[in-house]
């Protein structure tokens, strides 16, 4: 089972401000099947990043994800009001499709 | 749109059973391999079980294996998950999720079902 370690686990920042989110793989993930989630109290996750840097359908491109292996980052170019969330990275090769703890972006 | 709506859910006690659905719309449903995630209050996401499109393969998380079973009708583009012997620690919202054969990513979600297993 791959095992995904997120960091920080929490991140606090003022809208306008650059968020770079880590996550980290205890082996290798298959074809770079590693994405991204967001999620907002009381709401489903929704898909940011999949294969590691391809931004889902209606994501502004102040979102960005790279890497490959076992590192990898969301970067959030430009903090608004609407990206305070929980970040989710989640590996999706072979079976477990593990996650990571979660990252919460919070308003400093 | 794409429509995921999981019901179902619900109070049960420990040992017992429920069965929850997942209705697609807008979707080709049979081109999408389907998923089962859960999220406990106040935790984080955690991967619970995949389908094939076709149904002949299902994968299960070490947590449920043996007591949960998945599987999809095609034809009413419904997916379902059968849970037995349920324990407290299954208490959790379990949310669908699909992913098209070109991408394997979880696209799109459903808006989760509640189910809570106590005594």
């Avoid at chain 2, 995630?37 to 619970?48: F, I, M, S």
């Amino acid at each position: 089972e791959i095992v995904l370690t997120q960091s920080p686990g929490t991140l606090s920042l003022s809208p306008g401000e650059r968020a770079t989110l880590s996550c980290r793989a205890s082996q290798s993930v298959t074809s770079n099947f590693l994405a991204w989630f967001q999620q907002k109290p009381g709401q489903a996750p929704r898909l940011v990043i999949y294969g590691a840097s391809t931004r889902a359908t209606g994501i502004p491109d102040r979102f960005s994800g790279s890497g490959s292996g076992t590192d990898f980052t969301l970067t959030i170019s430009r903090l608004e009001s609407e990206d305070f969330a929980v970040y989710y990275c989640q590996q999706y090769g072979p079976s477990p499709k593990t996650f990571g703890q979660g990252t919460k972006v919070e308003i400093k | 749109e794409v429509h995921l709506v999981e019901s179902g859910g619900g109070l049960v006690k420990p040992g017992g059973s429920l069965r929850l659905s997942c209705a697609a719309s807008k979707l080709n449903f049979s081109s999408y391999s389907m998923n089962w995630v859960r999220q406990a209050p106040g935790k984080g996401l955690e991967w619970v079980s995949t389908i094939t499109t076709s149904g002949n393969d299902k994968y299960y998380a070490d947590s449920v294996k043996g007591r949960f079973t998945t599987s999809r009708d095609n034809a009413k583009n419904s997916l379902y998950l059968q849970m037995n012997s349920l324990r407290v620690e299954d208490t959790a919202v379990y949310y669908c999720a699909a992913a098209p054969i070109a991408t394997d990513a979880f696209h799109f979600w459903g808006q989760g079902t509640m189910v809570t297993v106590s005594s």
